[in-house]
Structure formats: C-alpha cells, structure tokens
C-alpha cells in the first residue's frame, strides 16, 4: 500500500471515541493522534477525560498533555505539528488514526484552515472593552444577528471564539462562516472519517455519568490547584469555569456540578451540529462491534 490514510473518529463527547480509537489502532498496527484542545494541557487531566494509563500503554498517542496551560497554542499551531507528525509517522506506517471531538482541529489537519482577511485590531481591542463593560451576552446576541450559522455550532461561552468571529463579520461587512467556505486543501494522505452516535438520551446519560465521576476521581481537586490562573484562555473550559465560581463562592457545590453536566450537554449538541455537516463520515451507532467497524475501515483501505 502506497497510498497513505488516515483514519478519523469523530463524534460527541462521551460517547467512546477514545476506546473505538484504540481498537483501530492496535487492528491496524499504528498511533493515534489527538485532535481534542482540551487534552493538549498537562495540567488539565480529569476535567478533559485524558485517556487512562491503560489506555495510552495500549496504543502510542500523539498531542495528549504536551503543552502547559500557560503557552499559547492556536489551532494554525496545530495544524503545523499535526502535519509534521503525520509526515514523520507515514516515514514506516501507511495507516494513521487520529481521534478528536474539536471540529476545528480535525478540519485543520484533514482541509487546512481557511483564510480570513486582515480587519483592522482597532476592531478586537473595541471588542474586548465591550465584553468588559457589558459582558459576553450582548456579544453572543450580535454574532447570532450577523452569523446565525456560526453562532448555532461555536462554543458560545468562549469569549475569545466570540470576539474572534465579530471582528470578522464588523471589518468586512460579512459573515464569518462565509469565509470558511474555501476548498479543501490538498493534503498528502486520504481521509477515511468515521462517526459514532447515539439517541439524544443515550448520550446525555454518558455525559451526567462522566461528570459524577470526574468528581470522584478529583476534578474539584484539579480545579483548586488551578484557581490561581483561572484567567488564562486554556481554562475557559466546562468542568473547570463553573467549579471556580463555587470556589469564588458564586454557586454552591451541587449548582456547579449541575451547570457542568449542562454545559456539557450543549457542547455535545454543537459538536452533533458540527459533524453531521461532514458528508463523508460513516456513521455508527454506539454499541456497534469493534470487529464491524474495523471491517469498513479495511475495506476502504483495499
């Protein structure tokens, strides 16, 4: 086989990509590489669901812990290592699999990112003042008006997604998602994208229990010992933002770990949103044999 692949899960938090992952892996004798941001900080291990020792011995993985919440890391940042990783790995193996919830960064590596045109910064410094001044909900309130495409599938609690798609649409006149409707790029691999799903129910059910876990396992712990730098982007992230506030004293235990369990619900929803847009992934229902969906995968590869 000369051609090389790459295998990408993709789907919804808490709905077992990283398993499925490992399973295709070890059929197919290669490495994973990690397309989920939230995974990419060494401090951040609980609340993310880094995968368990167990799980990183069984199938060497690539992107999981390897930066510091305090570096800046973006998405073109991404996309440079990812393809440089790719490139070294397909040196001895034919077949990669990469795994990941962020559909931004999957698209990153699988299409390239887009080209948006230079506004001016007098734009994003407005912008930030009115965050400060009025808060994030009159933000969200102009994207939706001006992008409702962009606004029903981007993390509307991030303010940095927030302000960074306005200034597109204020200094252009224009709507991010029209700028993000360029080719694919060309890419030195064939993609083979694979899905899991599952009723609404189903995975909802998965994220309440993920979270009850989380906080057995210590992710109130986690979020104490990054209290100091809860001002940093990389911890604008559900599990950590709202056990801050019960550590500012804003919201008491129980609350926090209710706006968790929602919060993760409605990333869920936008990650459902994102994905079924991409009509080249072959869905599969959670549940279905490993054996079934490895089957496909080599089909496709012969």
């Given at each position: 086989?000369?051609?090389?692949?790459?295998?990408?899960?993709?789907?919804?938090?808490?709905?077992?990509?990283?398993?499925?992952?490992?399973?295709?892996?070890?059929?197919?004798?290669?490495?994973?590489?990690?397309?989920?941001?939230?995974?990419?900080?060494?401090?951040?291990?609980?609340?993310?669901?880094?995968?368990?020792?167990?799980?990183?011995?069984?199938?060497?993985?690539?992107?999981?812990?390897?930066?510091?919440?305090?570096?800046?890391?973006?998405?073109?940042?991404?996309?440079?290592?990812?393809l440089q990783k790719l490139q070294e790995l397909y040196t001895e193996k034919d077949v990669v699999v990469m795994v990941g919830g962020s559909g931004l960064y999957v698209n990153a590596v699988t299409k390239g990112l887009d080209d948006f045109p230079e506004v001016d910064p007098q734009i994003r410094i407005n912008l930030k003042t009115e965050l400060e001044k009025s808060g994030l909900e009159k933000?969200?309130?102009?994207?939706?008006n001006k992008d409702p495409d962009y606004y029903s599938e981007v993390d509307l609690q991030n303010p940095h997604r927030v302000i960074r798609a306005l200034e597109i649409c204020r200094g252009t006149g224009k709507s991010y998602s029209s700028f993000r409707k360029s080719g694919s790029k060309n890419r030195f691999f064939e993609t083979i994208y694979l899905g899991l799903t599952a009723e609404r129910e189903i995975v909802y059910d998965r994220i309440n229990r993920r979270v009850d876990i989380m906080m057995e396992e210590g992710l109130l712990q986690e979020a104490e010992?990054?209290?100091?730098?809860?001002?940093?982007?990389?911890?604008?992230?559900?599990?950590?933002?709202?056990?801050?506030?019960?550590?500012?004293?804003?919201?008491?235990?129980?609350?926090?770990?209710?706006?968790?369990?929602?919060?993760?619900?409605?990333?869920?929803?936008?990650?459902?949103?994102?994905?079924?847009?991409?009509?080249?992934?072959?869905?599969?229902?959670?549940?279905?044999?490993?054996?079934?969906?490895?089957?496909?995968?080599?089909?496709?590869?012969?």
């Amino acid at each position: 086989m000369n051609k090389k692949y790459l295998i990408v899960v993709v789907g919804p938090t808490a709905i077992g990509k990283t398993s499925l992952g490992i399973e295709l892996a070890r059929s197919l004798n290669t490495e994973i590489i990690s397309a989920d941001s939230r995974q990419f900080f060494k401090e951040m291990k609980i609340g993310t669901a880094v995968p368990s020792k167990e799980e990183l011995e069984a199938a060497n993985h690539h992107f999981i812990q390897h930066i510091s919440v305090e570096e800046e890391y973006s998405v073109g940042d991404f996309e440079r290592d990812a393809l440089q990783k790719l490139q070294e790995l397909y040196t001895e193996k034919d077949v990669v699999v990469m795994v990941g919830g962020s559909g931004l960064y999957v698209n990153a590596v699988t299409k390239g990112l887009d080209d948006f045109p230079e506004v001016d910064p007098q734009i994003r410094i407005n912008l930030k003042t009115e965050l400060e001044k009025s808060g994030l909900e009159k933000l969200q309130e102009e994207l939706k008006n001006k992008d409702p495409d962009y606004y029903s599938e981007v993390d509307l609690q991030n303010p940095h997604r927030v302000i960074r798609a306005l200034e597109i649409c204020r200094g252009t006149g224009k709507s991010y998602s029209s700028f993000r409707k360029s080719g694919s790029k060309n890419r030195f691999f064939e993609t083979i994208y694979l899905g899991l799903t599952a009723e609404r129910e189903i995975v909802y059910d998965r994220i309440n229990r993920r979270v009850d876990i989380m906080m057995e396992e210590g992710l109130l712990q986690e979020a104490e010992d990054l209290f100091s730098k809860r001002e940093l982007n990389s911890l604008n992230t559900v599990g950590y933002k709202e056990l801050f506030k019960y550590l500012q004293g804003e919201w008491d235990l129980g609350t926090a770990v209710a706006e968790i369990k929602k919060n993760t619900r409605r990333f869920a929803k936008r990650q459902f949103t994102w994905f079924r847009k991409n009509e080249e992934i072959k869905w599969f229902e959670v549940g279905t044999p490993t054996k079934e969906v490895v089957s496909y995968v080599q089909k496709r590869l012969t």
